[in-house]
């Protein structure tokens, strides 16, 4: 018993003497302050690049298709000739059509002399009243038929020229629907046959669709004076296609359309954008940012900075005493890689950016700046 109790004795001493293990260092974690600056956010939107003119080219005149001046998807400018048809009858009808104006006007001359003549006739009462006004009824019969005479010379002259069918804009032509040697119809409308198409490239045209949110928010900042209205100010806008990063395509906004679409709740806007470079093609889609607000102060903050916590956005705060504080905030959109802080930050205030892992509510922190 005597070898026990000191056994015992020794163990509760070595215990008394033993220190508990020290408590392990904060952890380290990295702050910043939030970024202050003016700044205007925007909104961005999927557009649809369409040409500023489309035209259909059809031919005003029937006739055979002599030759085709142009090669399939070439830039032409406008009044550039593109089709020729078989000019020869429409010579024919013109010449005759002339000749037709010279009889008239033969006619004409030998109406007029007739009509001075009765007139002295009729002082001298050598003819009767009568006679005198059947000669000027045949003298303004004579007028009539040069006019028409005329009027069918200038159509002649008008068929003659349709033989060439030019281009009525400048841009790029697509290909020949039809080889020479085919009869073609003209005519009015869609009657003609359709030769070919030109789209027009510089300038070009930007549409997308934004939703009744985005239409409301954009009437009240104009109601406010915060930004103006797209219908009475043309607001900047920026446009980036499928395989580019940045927006560096720079137009402004055109119009904006006078109702909301009851099927989709959305309401379209068009922008105009120069295309010197023709790197915008009708048809393609297209990223557009269009200004969201006006210009105000806001707080930004780096994304790694902020947390997730379900369905809301959190940070830490290090307080004075270098302890966590879990904040809740609102964001907005990204700005300069920085994302905006609606609420829950105050410019003084130092954010965990670095250790978010390893921070928790109300526990001491080695703030490092």
């Known amino acids: 018993m005597s070898r026990c109790a000191a056994l015992a004795a020794v163990l509760v001493v070595a215990a008394c003497r033993s220190s508990p293990p020290p408590a392990p260092p904060p952890p380290k974690v990295k702050v910043v302050q939030p970024v202050v600056k003016e700044i205007t956010e925007w909104d961005e939107y999927t557009a649809r690049l369409d040409a500023v003119e489309s035209v259909e080219v059809r031919p005003r005149v029937s006739g055979y298709l002599q030759s085709i001046h142009f090669q399939d998807g070439a830039l032409v400018k406008k009044g550039d000739l593109l089709f020729r048809i078989d000019p020869r009858p429409y010579d024919a009808a013109f010449h005759r059509a002339e000749a037709d104006l010279e009889l008239a006007k033969s006619r004409q001359a030998l109406a007029k002399k007739n009509f001075a003549r009765a007139a002295d006739l009729l002082k001298s009462h050598a003819i009767s009243q009568e006679e005198s006004d059947i000669r000027e009824s045949n003298l303004r019969q004579a007028e ?11 159509a002649a002259r008008l068929d003659v020229e349709f033989t060439r069918v030019s281009a009525p804009v400048a841009g790029r032509v697509g290909r020949k629907l039809v080889t020479e040697g085919n009869l073609i119809n003209g005519g009015v409308g869609t009657q003609g046959t359709l030769l070919t198409t030109i789209v027009s490239l510089d300038p ?19 109601a406010t004076g915060q930004r103006p209205s797209s219908r009475d100010y043309k607001n900047p806008v920026h446009v980036a296609l499928a395989d580019e990063e940045d927006f560096p395509h720079e137009g402004a906004m055109d119009f904006v359309d006078n109702q909301v679409d009851r099927g989709t709740g959305t309401i379209v806007g068009r922008a105009l954008l120069p295309n010197p470079d023709l790197s915008l093609i009708p048809g393609l889609f297209a990223r557009l940012r269009l200004p969201g607000s006006g210009q105000y102060q806001a707080i930004l903050l780096p994304d790694e900075a902020i947390g997730s916590d379900q369905s809301q956005k959190f940070v830490y705060v290090v307080d004075g005493d270098s302890k966590a504080q879990y904040r809740t905030v609102k964001i907005g959109p990204l700005v300069d890689g920085l994302r905006v802080i609606r609420e829950g930050v105050t410019p003084e205030e130092w954010v965990v950016v670095a250790g978010l892992q390893r921070t928790r509510p109300g526990f001491q922190v080695d703030a490092q700046r």
Do not use: C, M, N, T
């Open 144 to 154: 009539a038929s040069v006019e028409e005479a005329q009027a069918a010379v200038d």
């Open 204 to 222: 070009i045209y930007a549409y997308f669709e934004a939703d009744e949110g985005s239409l409301l928010k954009y009437s009240r900042l104009a």
